[in-house]
């Protein structure tokens, strides 16, 4: 748990610099900052897509993993608690929702590949080296994020420890069916819904996408069925 440790840390760090940032950012640059930012989202999120081999595994991930996710209305419970952190602790004349900040940051950093792919080699050979790269990177990400987006990108440190803790301390179980195209399948699935959530950021769309996450762990169950059914045919 090292790693998640470290990580957890480094969104709490750099969230609270960004804060003390906003101050300086005049109001009028605060859409131009969030516009770009999303860009560089959907950057990473078309480039992890290519990690995927199978299309077909990734649309039947994409279909069980929203009606898993849309049947728990995960995105419901997600609004939920960021609306009581945003009755709490919102500030008159904020621009930004603290519901905002924290599930566009929340599902940012904990959706993307080397958050799947370095929870996974912590939990089962102790390696937290990607962990830690990624902890670098969301440190200087939850700078800018928290300069444009306010306080609920603090609290999505929480939701960061929680999600990766999960992964690492479940690894263990899941190991048997953790070849390497499961997790190319499952990278690919992530980024998908990264490129989902910069859509979002753009106003493009309004997509539940925290209702899809259940995806980036089907394809655990679904390629070895493909490879079973694969098989018998």
Same mark, same amino acid.
């Given at each position: 748990?090292?790693?998640?440790?470290?990580?957890?840390?480094?969104?709490?760090?750099?969230?609270?610099?960004?804060?003390?940032?906003?101050?300086?950012?005049?109001?009028?640059?605060? @859409?131009?900052?969030?516009? #770009?930012?999303?860009?560089?989202?959907?950057?990473?999120?078309?480039?992890?897509?290519?990690?995927?081999?199978?299309?077909?595994?990734?649309?039947?991930?994409?279909?069980?993993?929203?009606?898993?996710?849309?049947?728990?209305?995960?995105?419901?419970?997600?609004?939920?608690?960021?609306?009581?952190?945003?009755?709490?602790?919102?500030?008159?004349?904020?621009?930004?929702?603290?519901?905002?900040?924290?599930?566009?940051?929340?599902?940012?950093?904990?959706?993307?590949?080397?958050?799947?792919?370095?929870?996974?080699?912590?939990?089962?050979? #102790?390696?937290?080296?990607?962990?830690?790269?990624?902890?670098?990177? @969301?440190?200087?990400?939850?700078?800018?994020?928290?300069?444009?987006?306010?306080?609920?990108?603090?609290?999505?440190?929480?939701?960061?420890?929680?999600?990766?803790?999960?992964?690492?301390?479940?690894?263990?179980?899941?190991?048997?069916?953790?070849?390497?195209?499961?997790?190319?399948?499952?990278?690919?699935?992530?980024?998908?819904?990264?490129?989902?959530?910069?859509?979002?950021?753009?106003?493009?769309?309004?997509?539940?996408?925290?209702?899809?996450?259940?995806?980036?762990?089907?394809?655990?169950?679904?390629?070895?069925?493909?490879?079973?059914?694969?098989?018998?045919?």
């Amino acid at each position: 748990m090292l790693g998640v440790i470290v990580n957890t840390a480094t969104v709490l760090i750099g969230s609270s610099v960004g804060l003390a940032a906003k101050k300086a950012i005049p109001k009028e640059w605060a @859409d131009f900052i969030l516009k #770009g930012i999303a860009l560089c989202v959907m950057y990473i999120g078309i480039t992890g897509s290519l990690e995927g081999e199978n299309t077909l595994i990734m649309i039947l991930a994409m279909a069980t993993g929203a009606v898993i996710g849309t049947a728990l209305d995960l995105d419901r419970h997600l609004n939920n608690f960021a609306e009581r952190l945003e009755n709490r602790f919102k500030k008159e004349g904020e621009k930004t929702t603290i519901a905002e900040g924290f599930i566009s940051a929340s599902l940012l950093f904990c959706v993307g590949a080397m958050t799947i792919v370095g929870s996974l080699q912590a939990g089962l050979t #102790g390696d937290n080296q990607m962990l830690f790269t990624k902890a670098t990177l @969301d440190g200087i990400s939850s700078i800018v994020f928290a300069a444009s987006l306010g306080i609920g990108v603090v609290f999505s440190a929480a939701f960061v420890f929680i999600f990766q803790g999960a992964i690492v301390l479940l690894a263990q179980l899941v190991e048997p069916f953790l070849e390497t195209a499961v997790i190319s399948e499952m990278t690919c699935v992530g980024s998908l819904l990264i490129m989902g959530l910069s859509l979002n950021m753009l106003g493009v769309t309004r997509l539940k996408v925290m209702n899809y996450t259940p995806a980036i762990f089907m394809p655990i169950l679904i390629c070895p069925l493909a490879d079973w059914i694969g098989g018998i045919m």
